[in-house]
């Protein structure tokens, strides 16, 4: 085939399908990585195929080999690259992905702060492509998870200052299949064709759910539990963090297995001794809540 | 299958989407179709921003007259008025609604500077305005649950017993099952027609379906030869460079490193209006002062920073297709189709000639662009009148009686997509779209004559026949994207002889229609809309005079 | 050479082979561990979640330490590892980590900024170099099996892991087969353990770890290696609960990065604690 050497794995796909197989199937729009169509796995990562370049794409496969293209993951295949995308977009319906301002609406623009649009800009650079969700790893066992587009979404509209729903967002996110099933891969982070960072979005929902006392969780448990932890002995206790994290006896009994398993094999602790500098660690944990920076671009001015 | 509704969207664009909204406001059952899901549509791509006289300092006269200047007079000024008039609400509306728009110092929403205005008055999120403004339309999209059919390929308009549009006909593109909408409106809102072109700055959906659909139904089609020609589009693939580029300062420079605008346009210098400056880039490169083909767009004197908030997509375009870095280097441009001013005939509440028919968007034609449109208007275009399309279609169908259905259509259509499925294997679509997109780059580009248009028109009556024995290389039901283009070139070679017939009628040069043959505007003859009406022998032209208020015509100085 | 020697909790609690083999392998590697005694945990990410000025903080603590040492930071866990490269990155800011200083000053400490952080991994591949780990192998791994699992943090995010050493996301096949065993191809290799949520969602977290051990048994793996002994604690320590999640038996014995070394290295499964671990071990360098 005939491609020029700015060409794209796009670019080359539509050689394909104009001049030897017009069979081949596959979303495509805008060739610009701006509408989100054209999501596929390339060399097994999931990438924007109209942002992928020929040749870093052959660098990536090795000389001689084939360029691997394949539909995007966690999601059914339709036809050759095409794949039901539904999932995406009923979790996007479900983290109720519109603002919903309180209060009286004013006759003119809502006066914020630059910043506080700059910082949820770079979420809203989200183009729903999905490459997120098809590289998730929780997805990939559990279709129940919300996914980082979605909640990198419902991240843009918790921090809008124009937002007057966040404590609702915060407590419905802190339910199963929300922020707390997140397992910190990166890989959405790696994948993002437009540099969203949906990962940190999810911790950030995190601690923003914690300090709206959306606590009663597991993951709000072994938060605290492991830095609690850290505060009073300097490093992890693992034994505690692991048991203040379940919710109770029934869950706990889960663990007796492995518990004893491991005991039998040294490798529960006996004790945990603190570091030596852990009243230092435990000074520093002080002064850093005393310091920690109180959310300016947040609240509308007004 | 078979659906009822009140009122029936084609295309989920932001045009599709804002006249979905409002026509559900007005108290309709409503639908909208569209051959992608909402948020791929091609209102992501407008970069640079939104026109809206709402600084203090500035007013919707300023705007509306820089409007009808950068229209080159052609533009009804009636409409353009209302546009202008219209505009603060519809930011304040999409600011409320969630638009992320960038803010001053004070927190109010802040303005940049856009080619042809004659005030800072394009508001703006980054560089991805448009993508901003879709997502967020989406957003009220779902919030409202509207039902929407997407990846469903329209193909036909259907008419009452007494002639009104009375729904559609198309095809479900992920089962290959055909459908039927029936509507006591039909509101069309597919957008632009680029692919005629190639190359073209339009995403591969720009097919021009929706002004194919109503020109085959008998609704004209108004000034299709002014088409716009974008003056920074990349060599290589055609991309867009966006006008903020030059909003925020940069130059254009020729081989010599002049700054060509100069001799031009001494005052506006790069922002003066699209068709201005692409002609005079043409020029360049015509004249051998140009880079292989090109001119240079230079950035490097804004700095990193200033690069990196304002223009960061413009940024990563550049380094992927042009392989230079903004901020190190210039980068070589042209002018590439971009923008189709005309469309499908309107009145300023969306109401083509035909009853029950509704237009909106690039589809549609106002006319508010008239020969040129002005960058950061198109988007403004998309709510105001996509809202206003919305209200009276909604007032339409309220007012309107039930609406027969006719399930016989669907068997006919059924019928005649399967006869294109069956021919026999001929000639491949792609080639002949190529050709089609070449020939009205070379002969129908920025600078036009009679003898290459005719040309050009001959070359497309004779694609029109070959295209008879075109085949669907893909025979299975399931996403056949085959058939679907195969239905889209059906649609752009109409577009295309409409094109070339404007350009031929229209004997004068005005805005982006310049006539090397007749190198001067004619207001005494030319103070006209081309009309062009579909019949079996090719288009059958018309004109009819510009809305005129309060500008009369001078000479347009940049 | 001399490295500021930072084990990180696992290595110190639950997996105490994992702290003596690295001991033992320092020595025929050349490498000198001189403990940090007085380290705090990084966090593991779940502390710059809550507060990133005090993970930062926590972690500039260490960086202070091993800088004063004047050597570069020695890691045997990829979540470590990652957590402190963020850190580390975050506090190359000047005026940021002025910040962060004041905090450490009641303590003596002042953190420059010029701590390099490196695991072990990549100690080996970058530093002793692949044909002087061949050469040191006393006990080839012939015809053993070899399924690397690389942890998320040494991997992703690779604009920070990996921007000047582009092939750090292969350097375990490469270390396994500068060891004589054959590296096993399959899916999950770079993917999450699922430990980060086992207490959150174990039911996730053990479908994750099953997926990635049948998978790589179903390719034919004797056993798996990991340089994360959070992973570790993962794929070892709860596979019997995933093979019954998964319903079907796994039984796939996982090492440490330097355990696997150690038996090359001529050391004794006993040596080495290969029988502390939940999943028996059976005869490896008979193979």
């Known amino acids: 085939m005939d491609v020029p050497d700015y060409g794209t794995v796009l670019d080359a796909l539509l050689a394909i399908r104009e001049g030897v197989d017009e069979t081949l199937t596959l979303r495509c729009s805008c060739r610009s990585h701006i509408c989100g169509s054209c999501v596929m796995k390339i060399n097994h990562r999931s990438a924007l195929a109209c942002k992928t370049k020929l040749q870093a794409a052959q660098e990536r496969a090795g000389s001689g080999h084939p360029i691997v293209v394949q539909p995007a993951g966690n999601m059914p295949v339709i036809k050759d690259l095409v794949v039901d995308l539904e999932g995406l977009w009923s979790k996007v319906r479900a983290v109720d992905p519109y603002l919903q301002p309180t209060g009286p609406v004013p006759e003119r623009e809502y006066i914020v702060s630059n910043e506080a649009m700059l910082n949820v800009r770079e979420a809203t650079a989200c183009i729903l492509c999905g490459a997120c969700m098809s590289e998730c790893t929780v997805l990939e066992v559990d279709d129940r998870f919300l996914g980082p587009a979605p909640l990198a979404k419902a991240w843009r509209f918790t921090e809008d200052p124009r937002d007057g729903a966040d404590r609702a967002r915060l407590e419905a996110l802190s339910q199963p299949g929300g922020v707390w099933d997140c397992t910190h891969c990166f890989q959405c982070v790696e994948v993002c064709p437009k540099d969203v960072r949906p990962m940190d979005r999810i911790l950030e929902l995190r601690r923003r759910a914690m300090a709206e006392g959306f606590t009663d969780n597991n993951g709000s448990r072994h938060s605290q539990a492991f830095v609690d932890s850290i505060g009073s002995t300097g490093w992890l206790d693992e034994t505690r963090v692991a048991m203040r994290s379940t919710a109770g006896l029934r869950e706990l009994r889960g663990w007796v297995g492995v518990g004893w398993r491991s005991f039998v094999r040294g490798k529960v602790p006996l004790r945990h001794r603190p570091i030596p500098g852990a009243m230092h660690v435990r000074a520093i944990f002080q002064r850093a809540a005393a310091n920690d920076p109180p959310r300016q671009v947040r609240r509308r001015e007004q | 299958m078979a659906e009822d509704y009140d009122v029936l969207v084609v295309g989920a664009g932001l045009a599709g989407m804002r006249a979905a909204l409002a026509a559900q406001q007005a108290g309709c059952t409503v639908a909208i179709v569209s051959k992608v899901y909402p948020v791929r549509s091609h209102s992501n791509a407008a970069q640079g921003g939104i026109n809206a006289a709402l600084d203090e300092a500035d007013s919707w006269e300023s705007h509306a007259y820089d409007t009808v200047k950068g229209s080159d007079y052609l533009g009804d000024q009636d409409a353009i008025e209302l546009l202008a008039r219209e505009a603060p609400a519809a930011i304040i509306e999409l600011e409320h609604m969630g638009v992320v728009f960038s803010r001053d110092e004070q927190g109010r929403l802040g303005s940049r500077n856009f080619g042809g205005a004659s005030h800072a008055r394009t508001y703006f999120v980054g560089d991805f305005t448009g993508q901003a403004l879709l997502h967020v339309l989406y957003e009220q999209l779902v919030r409202s649950g509207i039902m929407t059919f997407s990846e469903h390929f329209v193909t036909r308009l259907v008419h009452d017993d007494d002639g009104r549009v009375s729904g559609a006909l198309g095809l479900d593109m992920r089962s290959g099952e055909r459908r039927m909408w029936t509507a006591k409106a039909v509101i069309l809102a597919t957008g632009g027609m680029g692919r005629v072109y190639e190359p073209s700055t339009n995403a591969l959906i720009c097919t021009g379906d929706g002004m194919a659909i109503a020109y085959r139904a008998g609704a004209p089609l108004m000034d299709m030869e002014m088409v716009q020609f974008h003056p920074t589009t990349l060599k290589s693939n055609g991309a867009l460079i966006s006008e903020s580029a030059r909003g925020e300062g940069a130059y254009l420079l020729n081989r010599d490193g002049e700054r060509f605008m100069q001799t031009t346009a001494p005052h506006a210098m790069e922002l003066a209006s699209r068709d201005v400056v692409s002609r005079a880039e043409q020029i360049e490169i015509n004249e051998g002062r140009g880079v292989d ?4 767009l230079d950035v490097r004197h804004l700095g990193a920073a200033k690069i990196m908030e304002r223009l960061p997509q413009i940024r990563a375009l550049a380094l992927e297709f042009a ?10 441009i042209r002018p590439g189709m971009h923008y189709e001013m005309g469309g499908i005939k309107t009145d300023v509440h969306g109401a083509t000639p035909l009853p029950g028919l509704f237009a909106a968007g690039e589809c549609a034609c106002v006319s508010v662009h008239g020969a040129n449109r002005l960058g950061a208007n198109s988007l403004l275009e998309t709510v105001v009148f996509g809202r206003r399309a919305g209200e009276a279609a909604a007032a339409y169908a309220t007012e309107r009686g039930p609406v027969r259905r006719s399930p016989s259509l669907l068997d006919d259509e059924s019928r005649l997509l399967n006869l294109l499925l069956a021919r026999p294997d001929g000639i491949r679509p792609a080639a002949l779209r190529q050709e089609m997109g070449q020939t009205m780059t070379v002969d129908v580009g920025v600078f036009r004559q009679a003898e290459t248009l005719r040309a050009a028109q001959a070359a497309l009556v004779e694609m029109r026949e070959r295209f008879a024995r075109v085949s669907v290389g893909d025979k299975g039901r399931v996403f056949n994207q085959a ?8 649609f752009m070679l109409d577009l295309a002889l409409a094109v070339v017939a404007g350009a031929l009628a229209r004997e004068e040069s005005r805005g982006a229609h310049t006539r090397v043959d007749f190198p001067r505007r004619d207001d005494a003859h030319w103070m006209r809309h081309t009309l062009a009406f579909h019949t079996p ?22 | 050479m001399k490295t500021a020697f930072y084990p990180g909790c696992v290595a110190k609690g639950g997996a105490p082979e994992l702290y003596r083999s690295v001991r033992l392998v320092s020595e025929p590697l050349g490498i000198t561990p001189v403990e940090l005694m007085d380290a705090a945990c990084t966090g593991a990410g779940v502390l710059t979640e809550r507060n990133p000025l005090l993970a930062d903080a926590i972690n500039a603590r260490t960086f202070a330490m091993a800088e004063r040492s004047g050597l570069p930071i020695m890691t045997i866990c990829s979540t470590c590892t990652g957590t402190m490269l963020e850190c580390n990155l975050r506090l190359q800011d000047p005026a940021y980590r002025g910040r962060v200083n004041e905090l450490l000053a009641p303590e003596g400490l002042e953190y420059r900024g010029t701590t390099e952080i490196r695991h072990l991994l990549w100690i080996l591949v970058e530093e002793i170099g692949l044909e002087r780990l061949g050469a040191l192998v006393r006990r080839p791994l012939q015809g053993l099996r070899v399924a690397p699992f690389y942890g998320c943090y040494i991997v992703r995010p690779s604009n920070r892991v990996s921007a000047d050493h582009p092939d750090r996301d292969h350097y375990l096949e490469a270390v396994i087969a500068c060891l004589g065993a054959t590296a096993v191809e399959y899916e999950g290799a770079r993917k999450c353990c699922g430990f980060p949520i086992t207490t959150m969602n174990r039911t996730n977290a053990l479908r994750m770890t099953g997926k990635h051990v049948a998978e790589a048994k179903d390719q034919g793996a004797d056993v798996m290696v990991t340089p994360c002994p959070l992973c570790h604690l993962e794929l070892d320590g709860q596979q019997s609960e995933a093979s019954g999640v998964l319903g079907r038996p796994l039984g796939l014995p996982v090492l ?22 939940l999943v028996h071990v059976g005869d490896l360098v008979g193979k």
Do not use: K
């Open chain 2, 293 to 296: 083909g090109c001119v240079l």
């Open chain 2, 323 to 332: 392989g230079a870095d903004m901020i190190t280097d210039p980068v070589p």
């Open chain 3, 256 to 277: 440490h990065l330097p355990q696997l070394l150690g038996l090359a290295l001529g050391f004794s499964a006993e040596q080495l604690g290969l029988r502390s671990h």
């Open chain 2, 483 to 490: 058939l679907v283009s195969v239905l889209e070139l059906d």
């Open chain 2, 537 to 558: 022998g090719g288009p059958r032209m018309e004109t009819m005079p510009v809305a005129v208020t309060r500008w009369q015509p001078t000479e347009r100085v940049y």
